[in-house]
């Protein structure tokens, strides 16, 4: 009873390297979401991914890639890292019977950029 | 466009003591609303939830929230905390189902119980 699993827990970077971000869900949820969470700023939007398939752009989405790799997996990628995206990101899938919008979220990965 | 706030960044209560957290939302119609819980360290988990029908909803760990239509607000309460309800919480707000939904959520308030 997994839920949605997120990889790494911790990460350290320096300033210009690049990472992916696992996430795989087994609830067989069509929507899947990456969202960063700062002190003060509750959790905001980064890349959502309606059905296996589409990406779009959320709140924020500068320097951040996305890959919708299949049902289970959405991965994000930073390309280039800056100390701006020092911050804890959670993965989430929605699903529910009868169309509810429940979200489910991952434990998180915490990502220092030095 | 949608919105939430929790006017609340901190609050301290007694173990025993009740709660009321606060949360507002702006929406064009009725929304569906959530409360989330986060123990430090962790992801949220989902406390309870208001799609349509009774507007005082319950939810897990014994929390129970109102939704007041007039007041665009749902707040969440809990009649005795447990100093295991140290944690942050967070109202969300999303438009009812259909297709992809944005979910969007509050701040956050963060509670501390002491003995």
């Known amino acids: 009873n997994a839920g949605v699993t997120q990889t790494p827990k911790f990460q350290v970077l320096k300033t210009g390297q690049s990472m992916t971000l696992q996430c795989a869900q087994d609830?067989?949820?069509?929507?899947m979401y990456w969202y960063r969470q700062d002190p003060g700023m509750g959790l905001r939007l980064i890349y959502y991914s309606a059905s296996e398939g589409t990406t779009d752009k959320g709140e924020v989405p500068n320097g951040y890639n996305v890959s919708r790799l299949n049902k289970r997996e959405f991965s994000l990628r930073l390309e280039s890292a800056a100390p701006s995206q020092t911050s804890v990101y959670f993965c989430?899938?929605?699903?529910?019977?009868?169309?509810?919008?429940?979200?489910?979220f991952g434990a998180g990965t915490r990502l220092s950029v030095l | 466009a949608q919105s939430v706030t929790q006017p609340d960044i901190h609050i301290t209560v007694s173990e025993g003591a009740s709660l009321e957290l606060r949360c507002n939302y702006s929406?064009?119609?009725?929304?569906?609303l959530f409360w989330y819980v986060q123990s430090p360290g962790q992801g949220l988990q989902l406390l309870l939830k208001?799609?349509?029908?009774?507007?005082l909803v319950q939810g897990i760990k014994g929390f129970e929230a109102e939704f007041k239509r007039s007041q665009s607000s749902f707040n969440l309460r809990k009649p005795s905390v447990h100093w295991s309800d140290a944690a942050e919480y967070f109202c969300a707000v999303g438009p009812p189902s259909g297709g992809y939904q944005k979910v969007t959520f509050g701040t956050g308030t963060k509670l501390q119980v002491i003995p």
């Open positions: 609830m067989n949820h069509n929507s």
């Open positions: 929406y064009g119609a009725t929304p569906y």
């Open positions: 989430a899938s929605r699903g529910g019977a009868g169309g509810q919008n429940i979200q489910y």
């Open positions: 208001y799609f349509s029908g009774d507007t």
